[in-house]
């Protein structure tokens, strides 16, 4: 299975401005190789390869020529996930005599005694490094430079992509891709390079053309019928070539009026528009790679409604799996957030038993980001409405939809109105809705805590002056995702008409950014606390939870302050105050054990 993240790059600036970054995010780059790749891609006079829904590549390196079978599954966004068989042969021969290998035996049974030849060829100067974190090879960055040749025609275009490696897991692919779209804004391209190659030869868009490539190969399979289904299949081959609809009836000797009806019937099912059973006649059943398909042999009558369609509720551990959702930030931005909610009570007005859903709402706020990072917070509240978590009630599982839809860029009120107000929230009551709102408020802030996706920015103080909320935030990063903090704060200020300030305790990271490297371990990441703190900020009104995570906290920064302050000096004082605060850490979970769980709940 190959999995990797594809986008296209819109000039060759930023193909160059790219090729020069050392870091993404937390995760470095090592020096960068070149290399000159020729493909050529093969499949049979009529295409079985690709109406079957694969592609065949043939690459020549220099010691071998590599056979790559690929599979055409749709993309997620930017992230493809695809088959994909290889055999390395010392030279190029005919299938049947490739040795015995998975890959041959699928080329066979799609191919049966077909001849392979040449469908195009392309070349590609690849600039690819590999992406590393504490010493593990996560994935491969390439930047592609793609020439493409077809007569007189030529085109240039420029591509990355990141492949994902076996020691990388896809919550990092994930993050490189949350990263390179935040700052560098690059666009995801869904279409592999044989897809796009194939409709440059054929010299057609993706706006224009009827049929997809592979549509088009397997109706000309279909076409070969004798029966009413070839005369559709053909009249589809006429229209996507630009054929009129006038044309297409007199060749099938049908009425302009049923083309217009097989054109519209494909427009909105597609291939599911055939029975299932002609599709299956017509290919290799186990290679088909389709849409979904009606589960009547024939076409539904007319007049028959269609039974109104119910979501399918699926466990939040199971969501989060299937759309790759980033579990370390969504973790970070749940406690952030359960922090907030604490803090902020006398503001907010949601009671204890929106807590948990707030957590959950926590780590779902993002689960359309794996779909493109432009509109996400729309395919979130897609996805969470037609598979909502099953943990919840209805009630609940529309509020969490409402609250993924608010996490959004800017917010404004006329947004925040036109947002509640859709369709699909009327049964929301207005307190649910406002509910939702204050849930989504903490969600923003608690976000933008963690914008760097490091994990690494913490909530040291919060203190109410003059009308105001000051939050101070501490942290490698800190001053990044407080100001990112600050921008998300504007839903917060619409609903409570308090103002929230955060402010960065600056660290040597932050401040320059040789403190890492200087280091006398590399390898041990930790944060600067330049102000020794003194007091854990307990509220006489406080819960028990409250009080024992703010003293947990304060000693951990101490510990920290203090062993910041051995490295430097090598004091012995320094040492012994550090275990004194290692020693009140161990006694604050002792008195405090029977009010804390790992859940984070009060």
């Not at 043939?58 to 088959?83: C, F, P, Q, S, Y």
């Not at 493409?148 to 076996?166: A, D, M």
Request: hydrophobic share 35%; glycine share 4%; proline share 4%.
């Amino acid at each position: 299975m190959e999995i990797e993240a594809k986008f296209i790059l819109s000039d060759i600036l930023k193909f160059q401005s790219l090729q020069a970054v050392d870091q993404i995010g937390d995760f470095s780059l090592s020096a960068h190789q070149i290399q000159q790749v020729h493909d050529t891609y093969l499949d049979t006079k009529e295409r079985l390869i690709l109406a079957s829904g694969y592609s065949c590549r043939l690459r020549k390196t220099e010691t071998d020529v590599l056979i790559t079978v690929k599979g055409l599954e749709k993309a997620n966004g930017a992230i493809h996930r695809r088959k994909e068989l290889e055999i390395s042969l010392p030279l190029y021969d005919i299938p049947q005599n490739w040795g015995k290998s998975p890959a041959r035996n699928l080329i066979l049974q799609l191919i049966g005694d077909e001849e392979l030849l040449p469908l195009f060829d392309f070349q590609q100067t690849r600039v690819f490094r590999q992406i590393m974190q504490e010493k593990k090879t996560i994935a491969q960055l390439s930047l592609d430079n793609v020439h493409i040749v077809s007569g007189n025609r030529k085109q240039r275009y420029f591509e990355l992509e990141v492949e994902l490696k076996p020691e990388g897991a896809q919550k990092d692919l994930v993050q490189i891709v949350t990263l390179l779209q935040g700052e560098w804004n690059l666009k995801p391209e869904k279409l592999s390079k044989f897809e796009r190659s194939l409709r440059f030869m054929n010299e057609v868009s993706p706006e224009e053309e009827l049929l997809t490539p592979q549509e088009n190969a397997i109706c000309a399979q279909i076409a070969k019928r004798d029966d009413i289904y070839a005369l559709r299949a053909q009249g589809l081959l006429m229209l996507d070539k630009g054929e009129t609809p006038n044309d297409v009836a007199e060749y099938t000797q049908r009425t302009v009026g049923t083309i217009h009806r097989w054109q519209r019937a494909f427009q909105k099912k597609r291939l599911g528009d055939f029975p299932k059973r002609i599709l299956l006649e017509t290919l290799p059943a186990p290679a088909i790679i389709l849409p979904e398909m009606p589960a009547e042999e024939e076409p539904m009558p007319r007049k028959k409604k269609a039974e109104k369609h119910q979501p399918k509720s699926q466990p939040l551990e199971s969501l989060l799996k299937r759309y790759l959702v980033d579990q370390d930030h969504a973790r970070a931005v749940a406690d952030h957030a359960l922090r907030l909610f604490d803090e902020l009570d006398d503001f907010h007005n949601l009671t204890p038993k929106h807590r948990p859903l707030l957590e959950k709402a926590a780590f779902l706020h993002n689960i359309g980001l794996v779909s493109g990072a432009k509109r996400h917070h729309k395919k979130g509240r897609d996805i969470l409405l037609e598979t909502p978590p099953q943990e919840l009630d209805a009630q609940e599982q529309l509020m969490i939809a409402l609250t993924t839809c608010l996490n959004r860029k800017k917010m404004t009120y006329k947004v925040l109105e036109k947002r509640k107000s859709k369709k699909v929230f009327s049964k929301l009551s207005n307190k649910a809705k406002n509910e939702a709102m204050a849930l989504s408020a903490l969600i923003r802030l608690a976000d933008g805590l963690d914008y760097s996706q490091s994990q690494s920015s913490k909530i040291d103080q919060i203190t109410e002056r003059k009308g105001r909320v000051e939050l101070k935030i501490v942290g490698t990063h800190a001053t990044k995702d407080a100001a990112r903090a600050q921008k998300k704060s504007d839903l917060w200020k619409l609903l409570f008409k308090t103002e929230l300030h955060f402010t960065a305790e600056a660290t040597a990271i932050d401040n320059a950014s040789s403190t890492q490297k200087d280091h006398p371990d590399k390898n041990i990441p930790y944060f600067l606390v330049q102000v020794l703190p003194t007091h854990p900020g307990i509220k006489a009104d406080g819960s028990m939870s409250q009080a024992g995570r703010k003293i947990l906290t304060l000693q951990f920064q101490r510990i920290l302050y203090y062993e910041e302050a051995l490295r430097k000096n090598k004091d012995i004082e320094n040492l012994h105050k550090m275990r004194v605060a290692t020693r009140k850490t161990r006694a604050a979970f002792h008195v405090f054990s029977g009010h804390l769980n790992n859940k984070g709940s009060t």
